[in-house]
């Protein structure tokens, strides 16, 4: 089971760029990274998904070095409404039950005006 | 569409006493799960189901049961609620075995 480690909090003015990492060191060869966002008493939310190298949609990008062992979690131009606990998973796609959720304490980010 | 529901959004129990929570999704997923996640904490996996019939163990079962009759409806039950119980429980759903998983609003519960 491939653990991860995120920084606990982060602050960031708004407008700028925010770059979250989550190390996996004992990421395995079907692993794929996740990233979920939540708010206060909501639940998670999907982010990004990728495997290896960069991954992009209309809300992050996500940068995974050729070892795998972490990854980036890149918000640009952040706004106040991007306030919120962002989650590092790490799991197998193709493997059948929980190895893949485990959630871990995330990272807080806070967006300052 | 609803999603994923979850009732209720909030409730008290007193130690000892029993209650199920209710988790119902219309996307036809096969896969759910249920989660605990105390204060300042992340989510942790209680029980999941890979489809009708079927459930299984996550990281803390005990204290808890499930049953999975129905595609749709995935009911969480507490026997005798305990303090330690105390939590906002989530219901999330997804299509396949790693795909993204859709969250329900989530049950605040308090046992005094």
């Known amino acids: 089971l491939a653990k991860t480690t995120q920084p606990i909090s982060m602050d960031s003015y708004e407008g700028q760029e925010v770059n979250i990492t989550c190390s996996h060191n004992?990421?395995?060869?079907?692993?794929?990274i996740t990233w979920y966002q939540q708010f206060p008493s909501q639940g998670p939310r999907f982010i990004i998904q990728?495997?290896?190298t960069k991954v992009t949609n209309e809300v992050a990008s996500l940068f995974i070095p050729a070892d795998r062992k972490s990854s980036t979690l890149s918000l640009p131009r952040v706004s106040l409404s991007d306030t919120a606990v962002y989650y590092c998973?790490?799991?197998?796609?193709?493997?059948?039950?929980?190895?893949?959720?485990?959630f871990g304490t995330g990272t807080r980010l806070t967006v300052i005006p | 569409n609803a999603g994923v529901t979850q009732t209720p959004k909030f409730r008290i129990l007193k130690i000892g006493q029993s209650m199920t929570l209710q988790c119902t999704q219309d996307?036809?997923?096969?896969?759910m799960y249920w989660y605990r996640q105390d204060p300042g904490m992340g989510l942790k996996l209680i029980y999941y189901?890979?489809?009708?019939?079927?459930?299984d163990k996550g990281e803390v079962p005990n204290g808890y049961n499930v049953s999975r009759s129905t595609t749709e409806d995935f009911p969480l039950r507490l026997e005798l609620a305990a303090p330690s119980q105390t939590s906002v429980y989530f219901c999330?759903?997804?299509?396949?075995?790693?795909?993204?998983?859709?969250f329900g609003p989530g049950t605040r519960l308090t046992v005094l």
């Open positions: 004992n990421i395995a060869t079907n692993d794929y």
């Open positions: 996307m036809n997923h096969n896969y």
């Open positions: 189901s890979v489809g009708a019939g079927i459930t």
């Open positions: 998973l790490v799991g197998d796609i193709g493997q059948t039950g929980a190895n893949n959720l485990f």
């Open positions: 990728g495997y290896k």
């Open positions: 999330a759903t997804t299509p396949g075995q790693a795909d993204t998983q859709y």
